[in-house]
């Protein structure tokens, strides 16, 4: 616990899926890493006595105000999956007020043209508030043109990046890779910290009930967005060419590419083998792995893959590409089996080894889980806070904060309150101080004027 707590402004396109599987809001969000991530790390630092408030998108179903622990997460927005860029209008209002009364502001960015904008904005505004920023898919750097979105994104999103980064007090990237590749476009080596994602293994202590007793073994599994980026349709392609017989591909996740995917299943004649399982809470998913037989990660392009750390703490052995930073986890023949992205025949053959040689895939599993003591999640947040530690130097800031006097009702007076103790602030309602725990932005309007 620190001895004063540092008050952050954090600002994320994507957040944690909603509880309700199969509804329609894990169609506007299937989950993925960076939806984890963010979470997970609101959790962690929550754990360690930081106040946050996390402004992101609102998918349908979702109150566009809530708790998690004793953060507060803020959704902005229009619930619809073609427009959620548009959060970034009442975002725009938001994050710079929360700002003035934050210690330091931490954006997540991916595949978003919005946030990095808004958080050096607010940076800005507050011109001693140091500004950390997570890049989860760098738009410069790594990001694979497969469609007219990411052409989009990748030409203009680029020239955002590049600046963005520039006035970052610390970067976190994911990976080695994606480290040299900033410092080689100009980034301040300096302020690049090189951070994974982090794995409680206290999910994976126990197996868990077989989420698909209904689907025969032997059993593959792919985890993640149907993405173009994920590669997926590969790993369909591949079921058709295993000489394993009587093997089923398992597909746990959402998104865009769906339907097409059910189409190429179909049109193969694989539609008894691959199944199509939808949004899988994250709770459930050690459970999933742990009753696999071999993971795949068959990406086009991936700046890590949180779901093979999953698949390593499991025990599942794993068959990825070369994409990203995927090599500097697994090493091909060692911890894990390696193809090239988009090579069906070579992913095929990784797959029917790892089926018809036990002996293989028990070197694999053994070897991956030797490998995890780096991803250890403690050990990798109190990274986190040592990049917030550097950042708070660069602008002169002392770090743990002196004691802080938190914001009183009466420079902020509530409205009225609402009959489930909320209290009604700007016409919406906002959650009341947590669980006896002072919060500085409890009274901080959080409507978007």
């Not at 507050?126 to 790594?142: G, N, Q, Y």
């Not at 967005?225 to 369909?236: F, T």
């Not at 697994?330 to 992913?347: H, K, M």
């Amino acid at each position: 616990m620190i001895e004063s707590p540092l008050r952050i402004v954090r600002l994320c396109s994507v957040f944690e899926a909603p509880d309700d599987p199969g509804g329609p809001s894990a169609a506007f969000d299937p989950v993925g890493g960076m939806q984890v991530h963010t979470s997970g790390l609101t959790r962690a630092l929550d754990g360690r006595g930081f106040q946050q408030t996390v402004v992101t998108t609102r998918p349908p179903t979702t109150p566009r105000l809530q708790k998690l622990g004793g953060a507060r997460v803020v959704r902005l927005g229009i619930r619809m999956p073609r427009f959620r860029q548009l959060y970034g209008l009442p975002a725009s209002a938001l994050v710079p007020r929360l700002a003035r009364r934050a210690d330091l502001v931490h954006v997540h960015v991916g595949e978003d043209l919005v946030a990095l904008p808004i958080a050096l904005a607010a940076s800005r505004v507050t011109a001693d508030r140091p500004l950390v920023v997570t890049v989860h898919c760098s738009l410069r750097h790594t990001l694979r043109v497969v469609d007219a979105r990411t052409a989009v994104l990748g030409a203009v999103g680029g020239w955002i990046e590049a600046r963005g980064l520039r006035a970052a007090d610390a970067i976190i990237v994911l990976s080695h890779r994606v480290a040299r590749l900033l410092a080689a476009g100009g980034v301040d080596p300096s302020t690049i910290h090189v951070i994974p994602p982090g794995i409680d293994r206290d999910r994976f202590t126990t197996r868990g009930p077989d989420p698909f007793p209904e689907v025969p073994r032997p059993r593959i599994l792919f985890v993640g967005r149907l993405h173009l980026a994920k590669g997926v349709d590969a790993a369909v392609k591949a079921i058709g060419r295993l000489r394993t017989e009587g093997a089923h591909l398992v597909l746990v996740g959402d998104g865009p590419e769906r339907r097409s995917l059910e189409r190429t299943a179909a049109a193969r004649g694989l539609g008894d083998r691959v199944h199509f399982t939808g949004f899988l809470k994250p709770d459930r998913i050690p459970a999933a792995l742990s009753h696999g037989d071999v993971l795949v990660v068959p990406s086009i392009y991936e700046e890590l893959g949180r779901v093979i750390l999953e698949g390593m703490h499991a025990g599942i052995p794993i068959v990825a590409t070369t994409a990203g930073g995927i090599p500097e986890v697994l090493r091909d023949g060692a911890n894990g089996l390696l193809v090239e992205p988009g090579d069906v025949d070579g992913l095929a053959r990784a797959i029917d080894a790892v089926l018809s040689r036990p002996d293989l895939a028990a070197r694999l599993r053994e070897a991956a889980r030797r490998d995890l003591a780096p991803y250890d999640a403690d050990a990798l947040v109190d990274r986190v806070i040592e990049a917030y530690r550097e950042a708070m130097l660069r602008r002169g800031r002392p770090f743990p904060l002196p004691q802080l006097t938190p914001f009183t009702s009466e420079e902020f007076p509530p409205g009225p309150e609402t009959g489930d103790g909320s209290v009604a602030i700007g016409g919406s309602n906002v959650p009341p101080p947590f669980d006896g725990r002072s919060d500085p932005f409890s009274s901080v309007d959080t409507s978007a004027r």
